[in-house]
């Protein structure tokens, strides 16, 4: 019981920490532009539905592990990642480039690389 209300209370957290960014800050959607983003060094953070296809999950975990950039492995699926976002179309992975007002990166530095 105590378990659950405390992963309900970090998801909607985590949740309006995105809605934030969605407002205000800079991100891409989408495996392609995320793995791009990665490359070229500009990604801070890589959010991964827990739903997202396991070969597509291990390339994005290296690849992200390659440029020390931080990897959050979303608690729900890419539907309830859409509904964060406030998109109208399912989101599997998503690169914050800029957060802006949003503390998402340094509140997770377990996932972001900070050790």
């Known amino acids: ?36 983003m990665i490359r070229h060094g500009k990604a801070k953070l890589v959010i991964l ?10 390339e994005i975990e290296n ?10 492995h979303y608690t729900g699926n890419n539907i309830g990642l859409h509904i964060a976002c406030v998109k109208y179309y399912r989101v599997c992975t998503l690169a914050i480039i800029d ?6 990166i340094r509140s997770m530095p377990e996932q972001s690389g900070e050790k």
């Open 1 to 36: 019981m105590v378990a659950t209300k405390k992963r309900k209370k970090s998801l909607e957290s985590i949740n309006s920490r995105l809605q934030l960014i969605m407002k205000s800050g800079k991100y891409i959607l989408g495996y392609k532009q995320t793995l791009k």
């Open 49 to 58: 539905a827990n739903n997202c296809p396991a070969l597509r999950k291990s």
């Open 63 to 72: 690849h992200t592990m390659l440029a020390k950039t931080g990897v959050h």
């Open 99 to 104: 957060p802006r007002d949003s503390d998402i």
